[in-house]
């Protein structure tokens, strides 16, 4: 072949192949480009623009209108919308700048809470009608002046609305022709601002519309599958104004009045205006859950699709708040019913300002479940199958227990254990003097047991991880050989150490299991990243470092030679911040493992910094608003440790108590995640929860059991339990015990029903089996169908580790003891031998923050020796 040609068909072939690569090259720098991009920017959920409900996979496609490019054209202005009335926000409070201006140079006095009202109800009203609500100087009527007509025409005396056939007595009392002068005002009014706006039409400013303005747009450009008439537009704009209208008039009325005895007179005045309930509606279905007093509320869609409201109470003062809220609410909307929150009747504080379980928790109560029963009808009416089916729940009487559900039929089915099993524990412990100390996440079959067994053996103790090492010397100081500990490795560690501590090292210690009984949050504090941690704390002096008792007494000693260390729970470990920012000057805390209670302390605190110095000195004396801001930045945690137990309280099980179980009593321990905290947080402050360790949540569910049998009425309590589920045993038998304990002095019947939060998708492994828990793998992950109900989709209700602990496990031991064939080698808890970096004994040096801390709840004060190691780390 010619040379050339060869020559030049190589050329072709060496350009094609150097294109090649510099395209793939390029392709391979886009991509790579694209994914710094995508790491750079994050993945968070990002702040858009608000949108109309979407649905999943196809999100807003449904509301698409039969004009597509119309349709197209609507949603990209959504963004533009919401800013639009800015401007109205600038210029109002522009003018009122402008008028305390000049009431400064003219030396006149100016009424603040009077301004401030007048800007918000200015601001919705050019916002919404396109005109002030004061109005303008000059005019002969204000929307302001007509409004409050309206609102005191809905307020007044009306025969016809109590007795429909003296309806002629409102002809003579002259209300029916102030109905009618005052209705055609109003619809003169709204005629004229839609006409005027129609005149208008798009000439005006396009960057200034008003709700008006929108509404007709809608109307012109037929993209609504509904024919929007004069009168609707009217009825929109009507509605849409008038709740927020009365409820800003209702704490107007409220601030005008200093003393706390003339708001209360006010209320009463107004349970005067309550139209009475019919006899057959104050039935117990009806019952407002949570209020101090006896509240019924009937709520039903009339025919326009408006509620209804009627309501009652046994106490004129909760009559009272009755009132005002059917005032404000009888004839909205479902929407603008549903658009009140709790936090607007913030300011409607009648009775003891910052008290818990006062009066003042009825508004937010009776407005929750208005809220409740308005989803409900609602879903009822346009057909819609309830979203949820009811958690699993044990309804607890004076005549016995009935469970609902499969799950709370597992539960209570120990409730009332097998007698033989009973008897026999006992005399196996009795007979070789062995004393039990259990966790109150034991399986349920146990915790029966264990109860029953008390009744006739007295060295048995259930309770949190705090105190059952002080149970344990407590039963040797009593005679006791041998003491069982049912609950993880880290208990028996403690009860080991804290029994050798106390002279008592001839007591032998078991555990249930010759296996590890581990824990996840110990797990996490005793991984190098935690290490990490506090050797970054170690760097940052004065430091101290506050470990959550669950945890090994191994991670206590080698965190307490890297950063000065104390032991908390849940229950204390707020006061002990707290304590320690006031003793300490300059201090940074790190908190440890787990991630979630470190989240809430630090969103608790943020919480504080917006109250009153006095409301925060009743929480600790030595701290105002400013020392909290201060301490904000000087509070650490750690990011990576979660208990699996309260890390699966998710989103799905705070959804459905929301949509299901936003009027019941809600307990949550300190360690569930952020969502379901923020929940019960705001449960705890209408007096309708408890965030805290296991005790304060069976103390909380007592203290409401015994109010309701000193109200001595028949009343239904409904506690979700946002923990394992092994409390269920410990509560049950608190509450027979109050319920059977004649405590009531009448023949009221109470019912207690315990809620547990298991997710529907609740998931069974065999012990074969293993799942994958973020970097933790679980061996056992009981189910459903074991009795138990830990899911990842979003609510854990039993402890997989925990549950190792069984009742064979328990009287295998008993029965073995004293162990002189070595058969419970792998079950006893052997003393620390191993030594610190420093060299100094685990055992002695991890006992010393759980000291520390005894200290401090003994006292109140962090012990001088801890002050002084925090000042002197190096010592």
Excluded at 587 to 594: A, F, I, M
Excluded at 641 to 659: D, Q, S, Y
Excluded at 821 to 830: D, G, M, P, Q
Aim: aromatic share 6%; charged share 20%.
């Amino acid at each position: 072949m010619d040379p050339m040609i060869l020559l030049q068909t190589w050329w072709e072939e060496l350009h094609i192949s150097t294109v090649l690569n510099l395209l793939l090259f390029s392709l391979l720098l886009l991509l790579s480009l694209l994914y710094l991009l995508k790491l750079t920017r994050g993945t968070g959920k990002l702040n858009l623009p608000p949108s109309p409900p979407k649905l999943p996979i196809f999100g807003n496609l449904h509301q698409l209108g039969r004009l597509l490019h119309r349709s197209l054209h609507a949603v990209s202005e959504n963004q533009k919308r919401v800013q639009e009335f800015q401007f109205v926000r600038e210029e109002e409070v522009a003018e009122m700048v402008e008028k305390i201006r000049r009431s400064s140079l003219n030396g006149t006095a100016i009424d603040v809470g009077e301004m401030f009202a007048t800007i918000s109800n200015n601001i919705i009203c050019r916002s919404s009608l396109g005109l002030k609500y004061e109005g303008e100087e000059g005019s002969s009527m204000s929307f302001e002046q007509l409004s409050k007509k309206v609102m005191e025409l809905l307020g007044a005396f009306c025969f016809e609305d109590l007795f429909p056939h003296l309806g002629w007595m409102d002809v003579l009392t002259g209300f029916s022709a102030k109905l009618r002068t005052t209705s055609k005002a109003l619809d003169a009014v709204l005629d004229q601002i839609i006409d005027e706006h129609i005149k208008r039409g798009d000439s005006d400013q396009s960057d200034k519309k008003d709700f008006v303005d929108i509404l007709l747009s809608l109307q012109r450009s037929g993209m609504l599958d509904i024919n929007l008439t004069k009168e609707n537009i009217k009825a929109l704009l009507l509605t849409t104004h008038l709740v927020s209208s009365k409820l800003r008039s209702l704490v107007s009325e409220f601030q005008s009045l200093s003393e706390p005895i003339d708001r209360v007179k006010r209320l009463l005045h107004y349970a005067t205006l309550l139209h009475p309930m019919d006899d057959v509606a104050r039935v117990d279905s009806n019952r407002v859950m949570g209020c101090t007093a006896r509240v019924w509320l009937q709520v039903r869609l009339d025919q326009n699709g408006k509620l209804r409201f009627v309501a009652d109470s046994d106490s004129e003062i909760t009559k009272g708040f009755c009132s005002c809220l059917v005032w404000v609410l009888d004839g909205a909307a479902p929407e603008e019913v549903m658009k009140v929150s709790t936090e607007d009747l913030a300011d409607l504080n009648v009775g003891v300002p910052g008290r818990q379980r006062s009066r003042m928790n009825t508004w937010h109560n009776v407005l929750v479940t208005m809220q409740k029963r308005t989803r409900a009808l609602v879903a009822e009416r346009d057909g819609k199958v309830p979203p949820f089916e009811p958690f699993p729940s044990l309804v607890v009487t004076a005549d016995g227990v009935e469970a609902k559900g499969s799950f709370a039929e597992a539960q209570a089915r120990y409730l009332f254990p097998d007698e033989f099993r009973v008897e026999e524990l006992v005399n196996v412990l009795k007979e070789k003097k062995i004393g039990v100390v259990a966790h109150f996440y034991m399986d349920p079959e146990v915790q029966g047991i264990l109860t029953a067994a008390q009744k006739h053996w007295p060295h048995i103790y259930i309770s949190d991880s705090l105190v059952m090492a002080d149970a344990a010397v407590k039963m040797a100081k009593a005679g006791c050989q041998f003491i069982t500990v049912l609950g993880v490795d880290f208990m028996s560690e403690n009860v080991r150490a804290i029994l050798d501590q106390a002279g008592f090292g001839d007591v032998g210690v078991y555990r249930m299991s010759n296996e590890r009984i581990g824990c996840s949050l110990a797990d996490a504090a005793a991984s190098p990243s935690y290490m990490n941690y506090l050797e970054a704390a170690s760097r940052s002096p004065p430091g101290l470092h506050v470990i959550y008792i669950n945890t090994s007494l191994e991670t206590k000693a080698y965190a307490h030679e890297l950063v000065p260390t104390i032991t908390c729970t849940s229950s204390n470990v707020v006061p002990t911040i707290l304590q320690a920012f006031a003793q300490v000057p300059d201090l940074n805390v790190w908190y440890g493992p787990d991630s979630y209670m470190g989240a809430n302390i630090k969103e608790l605190f943020q919480q504080m910094s917006k109250m009153t110095d006095e409301e925060i000195a009743e929480i600790h004396p030595g701290h105002s608003r400013d020392s909290i801001k201060s301490l904000l930045p000087r509070l650490h945690y750690y990011l990576e440790g979660t208990c699996i137990v309260h890390h699966l309280f998710g989103h799905e099980v705070v959804e459905k108590i929301n949509e299901m179980y936003c009027d019941a009593f809600l307990t949550a321990h300190f360690e569930v995640p952020g969502e379901m905290f923020s929940l019960a947080m705001e449960a705890k402050r209408r007096g309708m929860g408890v965030v805290g360790s296991t005790q304060n949540i069976l103390d909380f569910i007592k203290q409401r059991v015994q109010e309701a049998l000193d109200r001595n009425v028949n009343d239904h309590l409904q506690f979700v339990l946002g923990t394992e589920t092994g409390m269920v045993t410990s509560i049950v038998a608190a509450v027979r015990n109050l319920l059977g304990s004649g405590s009531s002095s009448g023949e009221a019947k109470i019912k207690v029903e315990i809620v547990f939060p298991v997710s529907s998708d609740s998931i069974t492994r065999t012990s074969k089996s293993s799942v994958k828990m973020g970097d933790i793998i679980l061996p056992v992950i009981p189910g459903v169908a074991s009795g138990e109900g830990c899911s990842i989709h979003g609510g854990c209700a039993s402890c997989p580790y925990m549950k190792m602990n069984s009742l064979s496990s328990l009287l295998k031991v008993c029965h073995q003891l004293p162990d002189e064939k070595s058969i419970l080698t792998a079950y006893e808890t052997e003393r620390f031998k191993l030594q610190t970096p420093n060299g100094k004994s685990v055992a002695d040096v991890g006992c010393e923050p759980i000291l520390h801390m005894r200290h401090f709840q003994a006292t109140k004060q962090l012990p001088e020796k801890l002050v002084h190691q925090i000042h002197h780390p190096s010592i």
